[in-house]
């Protein structure tokens, strides 16, 4: 169980600190060339959603590594999930059904390392 916790959250972590860095690294109208949802956030909301991600992201891996903390390893887990449930509902607003699919994967990644964490 801990090789796979391990495995899911470093790719977790490499797909939020890959996004989240785009997100703070790149203006909006560059963004929203790759990423048409970005045109309904200002570039103070992107900047946001992109440093929660790069957070949430270091928050899943450094804890439970160093064995600081390691409890914010499952709450930083929920807090990408929670992100995923309302990247969902934006994508479902936009009828984009392949982003509904990469959300849902990657939420029920995150609730696995929830679940691995506090109760296995």
């Known amino acids: 169980m801990d090789t796979a916790l391990w495995v899911v959250q470093i790719i977790l972590a ?3 600190i890959m996004a989240g860095g785009m997100k703070l690294a790149l203006p909006k109208p560059k963004l929203v060339e790759k990423m048409a949802v970005m045109e309904e956030f200002s570039q103070q ?5 992109g440093t929660l991600e790069v ?12 064995g600081i903390l ?9 807090g990408l999930a929670l992100t995923m449930l309302v990247a969902a509902s934006v994508h479902a607003r936009r009828s984009e059904k392949g ?3 990469v959300n ?17």
């Open 14 to 16: 490499f797909a939020f």
């Open 45 to 49: 909301t992107i900047r946001i959603i």
């Open 55 to 66: 957070l949430g992201a270091l928050g899943m891996l450094l804890p439970a590594w160093l």
């Open 70 to 78: 390691p409890w914010l390893t499952p709450l930083a887990a929920l």
């Open 99 to 101: 982003m509904i699919a």
């Open 104 to 120: 849902m994967m990657m939420l029920a990644m995150a609730l696995f390392v929830v679940y691995g964490y506090w109760f296995a």
